[in-house]
């Protein structure tokens, strides 16, 4: 007994600790439990959700939960040192030893291979790859890191004065692995607050917790496995139909995947009484590029276009620079994804379509709303332009992307078609669900919301049953990891 407890407490490189595990749905109950006893008291509160959100962290990475100890003592020194000098030589060199010392992390880990394998292919003196596992989550406490150190550069607000108060805002386990990229201008006001935890809470978060573990555990999961992974594993083992409708199918799973994943850590945060900003508004209900990055992964977009975008010169500097600005942006916000070039030519798609729209906007001027035909046409149109990219999102290699283009456009055999179709019946359901409800109209979140927020206990319980009943019908026999789970 002793030792399959034991087996639980350690980490298990083949089973890291994810929303989506049975695991995680203990772990909660048990720190919802010791949480509920303790909430009204601040400093055992905060020290509660560290403490559980290190072994979350040490339970879904290892050793590797050192890294952000070592962030969170480092910046929260540098914050202090940046603040408190009057000298601005002594400011920037504290802003600058965090820049270096985040980004040299954060490059180390993600980027030394690919650099390295750059170098092979102009070298005859090849060096040996490193092999090195990415920290999971290290992109998203890497930017939060830098977002705290330059916003007290600035002047935007003071560091805290408690340490155990940056610990929780750096490791909070609901957004510590895969986001949302939280700022701290937002979150840290609010955790010396005292906790209220309304109906209007718990309705909220169970809202987001309960369509998050569908999003995820239900569409993506299912449409990655049944059709997904296979084609996109060798695209060349099928014809154009199937990479055509596998490449739709991963648009909605990215979807699905990421925003389940953010709305469960917005979710599990309100029922703790705390508010994360919302990560994702329906974002293929967008009319352009521009309003797509206005509504998709909002938190590293805002973070791109405060922390890169603007200091780069935004659009202050005439019209080719802005231009210039937006693909140097999106480059880097690719590259930020992985050190794969699939990820670079992805950004670099993105930048340029986000200069064409903004060259249209300032060349047509567009005054007043469009009509409702011309919108439908803008929503069909932008959306067929993020699926062409998430061609180079999706698949590991460029090789592989390059053969589902060539399938699609080359080997598109119309006479499969209705094969397909009954083959993949399922899928195709699936599919056309998941559509159908990212197209209903965001007020009628607001509706469920306040109708939940209303419901007593037992309804709660009702309710949350029957979803998880639904997932463990749906989900795949082995947990699918997340996708952002690489990053």
């Known amino acids: 007994m002793w030792q399959a407890i034991e087996s639980q407490l350690l980490f298990d490189p083949h089973h890291p600790l994810v929303f989506n595990s049975a695991f995680f749905f203990v772990f909660f109950a048990l720190f919802f439990f010791f949480y509920t006893a303790v909430y ?75 650099f390295i394998e750059i170098w092979n292919q102009w070298q005859t003196d090849n060096i040996t790859l490193l092999h090195l596992a990415l920290p999971v989550g290290i992109s998203f406490y890497t930017f939060e890191n830098l977002s705290y150190t330059i916003d007290v550069y600035r002047k935007h607000f003071k560091p805290v004065d408690r340490f155990v108060d940056y610990l929780f805002f750096l490791s909070f386990f609901p957004k510590l692995m895969m986001g949302p990229i939280v700022r701290a201008a937002d979150f840290l006001p609010q955790i010396r607050q005292q906790i209220n935890i309304s109906k209007e809470d718990i309705g909220h978060g169970l809202f987001f917790i309960l369509s998050g573990c569908f999003k995820k555990m239900v569409i993506s999961d299912f449409l990655y496995t049944n059709l997904v992974e296979v084609v996109f594993d060798d695209p060349t083992r099928y014809n154009g139909v199937y990479t055509l409708f596998a490449v739709y199918a991963y648009a909605m799973v990215i979807y699905c995947d990421f925003s389940g994943y953010s709305d469960m850590a917005i979710g599990i945060a309100r029922w703790m009484g705390l508010n994360i900003n919302i990560n994702f508004s329906a974002p293929y209900q967008s009319a352009s590029i521009t309003e797509f990055w206005r509504r998709w992964h909002i938190s590293l977009s805002s973070w791109l276009k405060d922390y890169l975008y603007i200091p780069l010169g935004g659009n202050r500097k005439g019209l ?57 046409l803008a929503i069909a149109l932008t959306f067929h332009l ?19 283009i060539d399938q699609i456009i080359h080997h598109f055999d119309v006479s499969t078609l209705v094969p397909f179709l009954q083959h993949y019946q399922n899928v195709v359901w699936m599919l056309l669900l998941a559509i159908v409800l990212h197209q209903l109209p965001l007020r009628w979140n607001d509706t469920l919301i306040a109708f939940l927020s209303k419901q007593k206990m037992l309804t709660h319980v009702l309710i949350m049953v029957s979803i998880l009943l639904m997932v463990a019908y749906f989900k795949s026999d082995t947990p699918v990891a997340p996708i952002y789970l690489q990053f």
């Open 320 to 376: 080719t620079r802005t231009y210039l600005h937006l693909l140097i942006t999106m480059f880097l916000g690719g590259f930020w994804h992985g050190a794969n070039w699939t990820f670079i030519i992805w950004g670099i798609l993105h930048g340029s379509l986000l200069a064409i729209d903004k060259w249209r906007i300032d060349r047509f001027k567009p005054t007043g709303e469009m009509s409702q035909g011309k919108r439908i």
């Open 40 to 114: 009204r008291q601040t400093t055992l509160r905060l020290w509660l959700v560290c403490a559980f959100s290190l072994f979350f962290f040490y339970k879904a990475c290892g050793e590797y939960v050192i890294f952000i100890l070592v962030a969170a003592v480092v910046d929260f020194r540098l914050s202090h040192w940046i603040a408190k000098s009057q000298n601005p030589f002594e400011r920037k060199l504290g802003l600058l030893v965090s820049i270096v010392l985040n980004l040299g992390l954060l490059f180390y880990f993600k980027y030394t291979d690919f």
């Open 386 to 404: 993020v699926v062409f990219c998430w061609i180079f999102f999706g698949p590991d290699s460029l090789d592989k992307s390059l053969i589902i």
